[in-house]
């Protein structure tokens, strides 16, 4: 599966954004997906997860509240809302794919990756 990640950018301290992650060449629903992030200097992180029907997502503590991970397998699209963002938030954002119907956090345990979307938030 090809993955194709979009919707960073540039946003203040306390704001929103949506990052969308398209999916072609298998099908969608079949993955577990995630997004992870990469900050400057830092290994690559889980941030959230959710199951291929949908009806489970996992967070990491430091977004539990804020960020929303949902998928949409008719268009084969997976979304991150992100809210009350904090300039610690900011990074590359990765979508990834899992030949598996359980959600995890390693990012060795993930088969297919997107090329990444910048986000940054300022103070």
């Known amino acids: 599966v090809q993955l194709q990640a979009s919707g960073g950018g540039l946003v203040q301290a306390g704001g929103s954004l949506r990052l969308s992650c398209a999916a072609s060449?298998?099908?969608?629903?079949?993955?577990?997906m995630g997004w992870f992030r990469q900050a400057p200097g830092k290994e690559r992180e889980f941030v959230a997860g959710?199951?291929?029907?949908?009806?489970?997502?996992y967070y990491a503590d430091s977004v539990k509240g804020r960020f929303t991970i949902s998928r949409d397998n008719a268009k084969d699209t997976l979304y991150l809302q992100m809210n009350s963002l904090k300039p610690e938030d900011t990074a590359v954002y990765y979508c990834?794919?899992?030949?598996?119907?359980?959600?995890?956090?390693?990012?060795?345990?993930?088969?297919?990756w997107g090329q990444g979307t910048e986000v940054t938030v300022s103070s």
């Open positions: 990834a794919a899992r030949s598996s119907k359980v959600v995890v956090t390693p990012t060795r345990l993930y088969d297919y």
């Open positions: 060449g298998r099908t969608f629903s079949s993955y577990t």
């Open positions: 959710i199951s291929w029907t949908g009806s489970s997502t």
